[in-house]
């Protein structure tokens, strides 16, 4: 008993220790997302009495926030701010853990008052329910005025310009059946034509959602009515509702994989520009980027600058911007610049955004990257080498394409023996790779064997017997499915200046 008792106390004390720091606790987690704007306001909302009559909470937060921003000094812990608290009284753990989750009860308060900031018109909304409830009649036709106002004078009517206008419509219809029955016919009619307008946004961007990632990434999705839906909007130009146009190109698209549906997507992206949400301009974009990249698989080169139109249209638009950005997104936008021979884009790009490449961990193997793939371009083999040598990527697509270049490099520079370690390397990766899908793994084991077969040649020279090595290999390169990381059009092109 003794022994439980004693075995008890460490714990207590192990988990006393381990949590005396308040860095990582959920309050200070809230308080590091604030600005300092919201700091203030913050203060105010800890300090009403409305919200809070506790005058500890009071305190504590002046002493918390003192540390903002960074909360990172070794004296934040919470005997410290217990001591500064309290003075002389003994520390009492449970006291101040206490107080610490009133005040941060307050934060989440406040959170969900700043979320219901950013509604706009849907508070002004919720009022009108709350103003037919208590029979208020000339402040709700006051407001209701107001509220239709605001939407005649909306350019853009997207998804939430609709899911907030037949909340509108069907509040109206709960209020005016009271004083005109009529009337409430009519406005049924309304609310029903709105909804109609509203769910098919809805309905065909999760379509063309689901379309994008069953092409592109082989995801297989259970599309309820799509047929049915597709059938009804066959005819439907949808010059009232661009968003609805949007999507349903996008649909044609997907389904067509037909450059002239892709031109056609990049025509109404251009015409409704003014007329379209941040959302369905950066879906568009996603969506010209994948069959940029579709076509670019298939061979096709031209596509390169289409590729980085929309990197630069999205950095243009503000849709990427500094403070965060996907590390793969960031190469993609770099890689997608030196492809077009945009260097001093992809520089500034470089310097801009590099301190907000997420996760934290990929910063510096995604910059090595970006470094070697320049060099690479640059044909600065040396320093490509020296940049991917130092790159050790956990995400495998991103393992590939280091592999892939490096093999390139290797055969390049003539460094033979290099070329077939590198090869052999990269084989023994894709059989270990269990991620890879087998469609992928066929068409870099297709690109391994056929630079093997030229490195071969390469060491050996070329005449007589190897001349008719050659033809074959350039055959069936040539004759090769897909062109991963542009693999196939670099295969053709050493083939056919082939220098031993």
Known sequence: MLNMSINLAILIFKFRSENSFMVNTKLITVLKTLSKSEIIRFRELVNSPYFNKNQNVMKLLEEVIFYYPDFDSEEFNEEHIFRKMFGKEKYNYFKIKNIISDLYQLSVIFLRMI??????????????????????????????????????????????????????????????????????????????????????????????????????????FDMKMFLQVLDYVSDMDFEDNPSCRIYKQIITLEMSRDEKDYRELLRLKDKYSDKLSVEDIYYILLVANSFAAYRLKAGDESYYKDRFNTVREMNDRKIQIPEYILYVNFINSYTAACMVNEYDWAEDFLVRFQNGISPEDEKINTINYCRAFRAYRLKEYDKALEYFSKINFKLFLMKVMVKSYTVRIYYERNMHEQTFSAIDAFRHYLKSEKLISEEQKTAHYDFLRFVSGLTKLKSEGVKGKNKKELNLLKKQIREMISNPLGTKNWLIAKSENFNA
Do not use: P, W
């Open 115 to 220: 979320s219901l900031e950013k509604r706009g018109v849907k508070n002004d909304i919720d009022l009108l329910n709350e103003l037919h409830e208590r029979k208020l009649d000339n402040i709700y036709q006051q407001k209701e005025k107001q509220i239709s106002r605001h939407f005649s004078s909306q350019k853009v009517k997207d998804e939430f310009y609709y899911e907030s206008h037949y909340q509108l419509a069907r509040a109206n219809t709960s209020h005016f059946k009271f004083i005109k029955s009529g009337y409430s016919f009519d406005l049924m009619q309304k609310e029903f034509d709105i909804y109609v307008q509203y769910t098919l946004i809805v309905l065909l961007r999760n379509y063309a959602k689901m379309l994008t990632n069953k092409n592109h990434g082989n995801i297989q």
